[in-house]
């Protein structure tokens, strides 16, 4: 587990030597299930990621949780009250939770978060669980790493289902509606299922769960949503689709990132460079002559 929490910090960190570590362990590697949930602060996502890792490790399954955090910087692990509440998981050795963040770096969470599944699959963790933490981008950031995207909602909090934010319903593989025993919880379903028929998606109807999360009602339901989609991906090739699609997006992100490396190195390295950038006064003739520069190597 510590050598686990600490190769997660390089990652956070973008530290070179996680190339070499994850060519030793990709061997061994193997795909955990990844779930995201997601939803606007305070609709209970940390509580219900809680009573999914009780589920989970009734049925013998190892589980990590990543709480991510696009806005701030790197943690190095430290979480907040998160920690805290998730603490009757703490001797558990099957259970790992973890808050990240990547504030700062190039390709940003969702690349730090794809290394850290890896590395977790390579530990042997049989799920992983991503929490948002904050909003902005965050909700994509997930859609984008997951297989299923959870959304949670509430019937208070005033996010009537009419300021659902436009993205959400597209991203949303199951909806949640926690807090179920407020009152208005009905009224927020029939809403929810209302607009999504009128916006039917093709292949993959999404489920609406209630659940009281507290109280770990409608966990068991829930789980098994989250299961069925993962399923229907299977099922329908989607999983192979999406598992090309992400090893491209991350390829782009990671040359991305070298690049930018070596610019930012030849630039401070090479004062004729600067020069003629000065000259210049646009930066494209430069970058053209880095990146040829960087293709030579
Ligand atoms: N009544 C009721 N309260 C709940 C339920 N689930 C969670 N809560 C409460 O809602 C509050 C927020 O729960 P969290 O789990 O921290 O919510 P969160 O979405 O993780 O919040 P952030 O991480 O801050 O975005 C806590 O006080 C929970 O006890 C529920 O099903 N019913
Ligand atoms: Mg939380």
Redesign the pocket.
């Known amino acids: 587990m510590r050598a686990l929490a600490r190769a997660i910090t390089l990652v956070e960190r973008r530290d070179p030597s996680v190339r070499d570590l994850e060519a030793a362990l990709r061997t061994q590697a193997r795909a955990p299930g990844v779930a995201g949930f997601t939803?606007?602060?305070?609709?209970?996502?940390?509580?219900?990621?809680?009573a999914v890792v009780a589920l989970l490790r009734q049925k013998q399954r190892s589980v990590a949780v990543l709480?991510t955090d696009p806005n701030s910087p790197f943690t190095g692990g430290a979480i907040l009250?998160?920690r805290i509440?998730m603490q009757r998981h703490a001797l558990d050795t099957k259970v790992f939770i973890r808050s990240m963040g990547a504030r700062g770096h190039l390709g940003g969470l969702s690349l730090a978060t794809r290394e850290a599944i890896r590395l977790l699959g390579a530990f042997g963790f049989d799920e992983v669980i991503l929490?948002?933490?904050?909003v902005g981008q965050s909700e994509l950031e997930v859609a984008a790493v997951a297989d299923t995207t959870v959304v949670?909602l509430?019937p208070n909090l005033g996010d009537s289902v009419q300021m659902i934010k436009a993205g959400i319903l597209e991203i949303a593989d199951v909806f949640v509606v926690?807090?179920?025993?407020?009152d208005g919880h009905l009224r927020v379903i029939a809403e929810l299922r209302a607009m999504l028929n009128l916006a039917p998606r093709q292949g993959w109807k999404a489920p609406i769960i209630a659940?009281?999360?507290?109280?770990q009602?409608g966990v068991e339901q829930l789980w098994e949503a989250v299961l069925a989609h993962r399923r229907h991906l299977e099922t329908t090739g989607r999983a192979k689709e999406l598992a090309e699609k992400r090893l491209r997006d991350e390829t782009a992100e990671v040359a991305a990132e070298l690049a930018r490396q070596r610019a930012r190195q030849a630039l401070e390295e090479d004062p004729r460079l600067a020069e003629r950038l000065l000259e210049d006064g646009t930066p494209y003739r430069t970058a053209e002559e880095i990146l040829k520069r960087s293709a030579n190597r």
């Open positions: 939803g606007a602060p305070g609709t209970g996502k940390s509580t219900l990621v809680d709480a009250g998160d509440r929490e948002t933490v904050g949670v509430t926690n807090k179920a025993d407020i659940t009281v999360a507290t109280r009602d």
